[in-house]
């Protein structure tokens, strides 16, 4: 069974957050959904509070899922760049080639102490690109998700429904893909 790991903090955006997990669960890939605190319960940017499968502290870093999704949001982005494990992890994530995924502000504040930008088109929320100001001449402008190679990006909030289907996607196959596209829509 195909993993993924979800990180959330405190001002993360609900949306970028709770998409990729739905969507993920939904092709039945194993998600956990981790909060870098020290409670497993964070207040999201527009106030929800989402209760996280695990803490940073908990969670496993010997054995890496098949992919990790850092969502944006404000302050959430800044804690998950700040927080050494979230980007150590990412950074693993990305020499070993497993998906690397980030959307809105987490492209530009997290990815660059990563690698995971390196040679690589991305995108992010509009404005903050050039808080990666060495990576500004792979960004691509106007589109809501970008592919490039082992890296997926998101544009923001209103992205997160093709961002989080692009994800599914890589990790599981065109058909896997159809369906659950297919399923969303009927409902």
């Not at 020290?38 to 992919?67: F, M």
Request: hydrophobic share 40%; net charge neutral; aromatic share 4%.
């Amino acid at each position: 069974m195909k993993s993924a790991v979800v990180f959330i903090a405190d001002g993360s955006e609900e949306i970028e957050t709770i998409t990729p997990v739905d969507y993920l669960r939904r092709a039945k890939v194993d998600v956990t959904l981790v909060a870098v605190s020290k409670d497993r319960t964070v207040k999201c940017s527009r106030g929800v509070s989402v209760t996280a499968d695990k803490s940073i502290s908990e969670l496993d870093v010997k054995s890496l899922p098949d992919a990790v999704v850092v969502p944006g949001g404000m302050p959430g982005t800044k804690v998950l760049a700040e927080d050494r494990a979230v980007v150590e992890i990412v950074r693993k994530m990305n020499a070993e080639g497993r998906l690397v995924c980030a959307i809105c502000a987490a492209p530009a504040l997290v990815l660059p102490q990563t690698g995971a930008l390196d040679g690589k088109e991305w995108t992010c929320y509009p404005g903050m690109e050039n808080e990666a100001a060495a990576y500004k001449s792979k960004y691509v402008s106007g589109k809501p998700f970008v592919k490039s190679g082992n890296l997926i990006t998101g544009r923001g909030p209103g992205a997160a429904e093709e961002f989080s289907m692009e994800i599914v996607k890589s990790l599981m196959g065109d058909a896997v893909y159809s369906q659950v596209k297919a399923d969303a829509q009927q409902r």
